[in-house]
């Protein structure tokens, strides 16, 4: 277990406010990334990171942006949330590919 | 376009028979594939993964088996145990130009029911 805590396990809000949603992993992994699960679709990469101050877009990261000031933390902002970002989001972090990535249990967000 | 594909939603087999998932793929840069196994309500868990340089990896109850001319794996879980009951997503990732570091691609997934 990469000890990743994802927070808040569940939030409800509004269309048009801003949420952000934090990983934090205590591993000292390089990579991280921010994923959404929604039926029929799987897992989809939003954002992910490989540093500090390093990170890049994934398949669907539009209404979404990511910061990482520290190694361990990870956060994801949806700047206007919107209710088609209604998801179940995981960050995943990782020190080396080929062993694979660790999950955090998810945040389950509904937008209304 | 999905690049990784799990054609069959869901999955019935009865307890101690064999289970064999099945995914496709279409990027010939994939090189790395991986299962995951994921419980309701948690994270995905990793479970067996297998480079392109090989055919096959077998983990205990757990086989994953790559054709790389099909661009197709499955991975076989025997015997089956009412505790694999869970939903199974294909991944894969490779070396691809344009990214700053390796991705990995999941497939939609497959609900696996293990019947006691």
């Known amino acids: 277990d990469a000890g990743i805590t994802q927070s808040p396990r569940h939030k409800v809000t509004e269309t048009g406010t801003p949420v952000t949603l934090r990983c934090h992993q205590t591993?000292?992994?390089?990579?991280m990334y921010w994923y959404r699960q929604d039926p029929g679709h799987g897992l989809r990469l939003i954002h992910y990171?490989?540093?500090?101050?390093?990170?890049d877009k994934g398949e669907v990261s539009d209404g979404y942006s990511v910061s990482r000031s520290k190694t361990e933390d990870f956060l994801l902002t949806l700047e206007s949330a919107t209710s088609s970002q209604t998801s179940v989001y995981f960050c995943?972090?990782?020190?080396?590919?080929?062993?694979?990535?660790?999950f955090g249990s998810g945040t389950r967000l509904t937008v209304v | 376009d999905q690049q990784v594909k799990q054609n069959s939603p869901s999955l019935s087999v009865q307890e101690g028979r064999i289970s064999i998932l099945n995914c496709d793929y279409t990027?010939?840069?994939?090189?790395?594939f991986l299962w995951y196994k994921k419980y309701p309500a948690e994270g995905p868990t990793f479970l067996i993964s297998?480079?392109?340089?090989?055919d096959k990896n077998e983990d205990g109850r757990f086989t994953v088996f790559l054709n790389k001319s099909a661009k197709h794996l499955s991975l076989h879980i025997v015997p089956s145990q009412p505790g694999d009951s869970a939903v199974y997503f294909c991944?894969?990732?490779?070396?691809?130009?344009?990214?700053?570091?390796?991705?990995?691609?999941f497939g939609s997934g497959t609900q696996l029911t293990v019947l006691p």
């Open positions: 591993e000292n992994h390089r990579y």
């Open positions: 995943a972090a990782t020190r080396r590919h080929e062993n694979g990535y660790t």
């Open positions: 990027n010939s840069m994939f090189d790395y």
């Open positions: 991944a894969a990732s490779g070396k691809q130009s344009g990214v700053s570091a390796r991705q990995l691609t």
């Open positions: 297998i480079s392109s340089i090989k």
């Open positions: 990171s490989y540093g500090v101050k390093d990170t």
